[in-house]
């Protein structure tokens, strides 16, 4: 299985808003409604913040949001905060029940 | 709150066999609803999904592993364990356990750098 697909870097101002994209294929993104995204600053594990396509576990803000189209899933901050700052990973259920990462995207806040 | 916690050796020699458990507290190792799994990320690098188990012990492998990894739970002492044999430098890397619901991680170890080098 490949990893999913993210671009190297996306940047923004505060109080923009950002999109990372995540595209896979129909084995893995575009199957289920099964795609993650985790949030990780530097030296610590990573943290889920949406789950299912488009749902946040508690305690994570309503600024971030994610969507699918296809075999490309997107994760979307608005109102972007400097505390926002960090590497952004989507993964994905494939239909060899396994799972697998995107390459990540770093998110600088201008 | 749920917890985990990876232990195991920091250093182990190329060619040799690495072993990991993941202790979990404040939550059953044997609920249905959810699967545990190891992630790594070498140094610098981007998250690497490894595998993960069932409590009844269905076990599922990234192929990129080639067979080199197994992984195993003990109910009794709400512990998971990875294995992963024929070491290389390439597995040098920070391993996580997790547990997983629906293919998503909610929960996280707080990792263990594990070097591979003689």
């Known amino acids: 299985q490949s990893a999913l697909t993210q671009p190297a870097s996306v940047s923004g101002s505060p109080g923009q808003s950002i999109t990372i994209s995540c595209t896979g294929t129909?084995?893995?993104?575009?199957?289920?409604?099964?795609v993650s995204w985790y949030q990780q600053h530097p030296g610590k594990a990573p943290k889920l913040m949406i789950y299912d396509v488009t749902n946040r576990p508690s305690g994570v803000p309503n600024r971030f949001s994610g969507s699918k189209s296809g075999n490309t899933a997107s994760l979307t901050i608005s109102g972007l905060q400097a505390e926002d700052e960090s590497d952004y990973y989507c993964s994905s259920q494939t239909t060899s029940s396994t799972v697998v990462f995107g390459g990540g995207t770093k998110l600088t806040v201008l | 709150q749920l917890q985990l916690q990876e232990s195991g050796p920091g250093l182990v020699k190329p060619s040799e066999t690495l072993s990991l458990t993941c202790s979990v507290s404040d939550g059953s190792i044997s609920s249905s609803s959810f699967h545990w799994g190891w992630v790594r990320q070498p140094p610098g690098k981007g998250l690497e999904w490894i595998g993960s188990?069932?409590?009844?012990?269905?076990?599922y492998y990234s192929p990129s592993l080639k067979s080199r990894g197994t992984i195993s739970v003990d109910t009794s002492k709400n512990q998971f364990s990875l294995k992963l044999i024929s070491l290389t430098a390439a597995d040098t890397a920070v391993y996580y356990c997790t547990r997983e619901y629906r293919s998503a991680s909610g929960y996280w170890g707080q990792g263990t750098l594990v070097t591979v080098s003689s």
């Open positions: 188990i069932h409590y009844s012990g269905n076990t």
């Open positions: 129909s084995s893995d993104v575009g199957a289920y409604n099964y």
